[in-house]
T-cell receptor, first 120, second 109 residues
Framework: DTGVSQDPRHKITKRGQNVTFRCDPISEHNRLYWYRQTLGQGPEFLTYFQNEAQLEKSRLLSDRFSAERPKGSFSTLEIQRTEQGDSAMYLC??????????????????FGAGSRLTVL | KNEVEQSPQNLTAQEGEFITINCSYSVGISALHWLQQHPGGGIVSLFMLSSGKKKHGRLIATINIQEKHSSLHITASHPRDSAVYICAVLAKGAQKLVFGQGTRLTINP
């Protein structure tokens, strides 16, 4: 296992089209996060899974965004009817349950390289 | 006001200089992460801290829980250290990281 994989690395689409990104986390990690990053900004939380359960979704996320993690392994993030404002880098990260190094609830995150979305 | 504030936002220095990047946060945390992102690159975890100090090579990270403050230091800085350094905190009870805006570091040869 070489880390967190994201696909595609870059997607260019026309406004109004649907896009889907995939994230394959580190196999023994049960937590998976999606973040969005725009140029010059820090990552912005989108949603979080523990196993297959989506435990939290950002209030900033519109109904056009949906994420799944059907078997508690890989995850998909779908954006419907894309808008130019959706253009960003979509980052996936995974962390391992119990890897707390003595710290309650703390885990080391491993990030994927990201999927860059450009909406024309 | 953001829950996590970093300073400076931009920092330019000459090769060899000692670098300090600061992070202040306003919530109780269970851990703080320092992350590095090279231009066009992915995010790499440098340190995870809950107290005290950690050192890895030329990088040193400290945290003061009472003052809600952490610093990242780079000794003998090198142009390859040029990157965005991001502070992120894991709030107590929460399971998501809250990120600072990042500090863009440029080291000139």
């Amino acid at each position: 296992d070489t880390g967190v994989s994201q696909d595609p690395r870059h997607k260019i689409t026309k406004r109004g089209q649907n896009v889907t990104f995939r994230c394959d986390p580190i196999s023994e990690h049960n937590r998976l996060y999606w973040y969005r990053q725009t140029l010059g900004q820090g990552p912005e939380f989108l949603t979080y899974f523990q196993n297959e359960a989506q435990l939290e979704k950002s209030r900033l996320l519109s109904d056009r965004f949906s994420a799944e993690r059907p078997k508690g392994s890989f995850s998909t993030l779908e954006i419907q009817r894309t808008e130019q404002g959706d253009s960003a880098m979509y980052l996936c990260a995974s962390s391992g349950y119990g890897e707390d190094r003595g710290l309650t609830g703390a885990n080391v995150l491993t990030f994927g390289a990201g999927s860059r979305l450009t909406v024309l | 006001k953001n829950e996590v504030e970093q300073s400076p936002q931009n920092l330019t220095a000459q090769e060899g200089e000692f670098i300090t990047i600061n992070c202040s946060y306003s919530v109780g945390i269970s851990a703080l992460h320092w992350l590095q992102q090279h231009p066009g690159g992915g995010i790499v975890s440098l340190f995870m801290l809950s107290s005290g100090k950690k050192k890895h090579g030329r990088l040193i990270a400290t945290i003061n829980i009472q003052e809600k403050h952490s610093s990242l230091h780079i000794t003998a800085s090198h142009p390859r250290d040029s990157a965005v350094y991001i502070c992120a905190v894991l709030a107590k009870g929460a399971q998501k990281l809250v990120f600072g805006q990042g500090t863009r570091l440029t080291i000139n040869p």
